[in-house]
């Protein structure tokens, strides 16, 4: 993968993948991912997801049944994506709210999802930019974005 489709687009995608494309175009980007794995947000039968992990790539798609099978959220683990030309896996909590400070986003929502297996698990997110920061032991190690929304079903698909 290039240094360019490193770049992380909020509401739009990771350089040249964007949300709303189909299994088919991500593949034919990507290449085959290393697993593929199907679950459902509920437990239910009416809001089924396919996850592909590529581990080499450090990334993760997901494709919704809702959505036609078209790309939905994507996560990152590796420390060389960007978001606006900075790196931000690796960072502190402080360093993360410092950063992302700079880039104006500042409508940032907390919460500790801790337990027994994963003892310091923290969530920070920006519900104007689909941004979740995942910390462990008080250090970013995921990022996860999703397209844009016009309301709270309707999805504002990239060109």
Not at 77 to 92: F, Q
Not at 133 to 147: A, R, Y
């Amino acid at each position: 993968m290039t240094k360019s489709n490193k770049n992380i687009q909020p509401g739009i995608g990771l350089g040249s993948i964007k949300f709303g494309m189909t299994r088919d175009q991500v593949e034919a980007i990507l290449g085959e991912p290393g697993e593929k794995e199907m679950f459902s947000y509920t437990g239910g039968d009416d809001d089924i997801a396919e996850l592909w992990h590529y581990d080499e790539l450090e990334l993760s798609a997901s494709f919704d049944e809702e959505d036609d099978w078209r790309l939905v959220t994507l996560s990152v683990t590796g420390e060389d994506y960007l978001l606006e030309g900075m790196p931000v896996i690796g960072l502190t909590q402080e360093a993360l709210k410092a950063t992302l400070l700079k880039l104006d986003i500042t409508d940032l929502e907390y919460e500790d999802l801790s337990s027994a297996e994963n003892p310091s698990h923290e969530l920070l997110a920006t519900d104007d930019y689909g941004l979740n920061f995942w910390l462990d032991n008080g250090i970013v190690s995921e990022i996860q974005w999703i397209p844009d929304f016009l309301d709270d079903e309707k999805i504002d698909w990239p060109e």
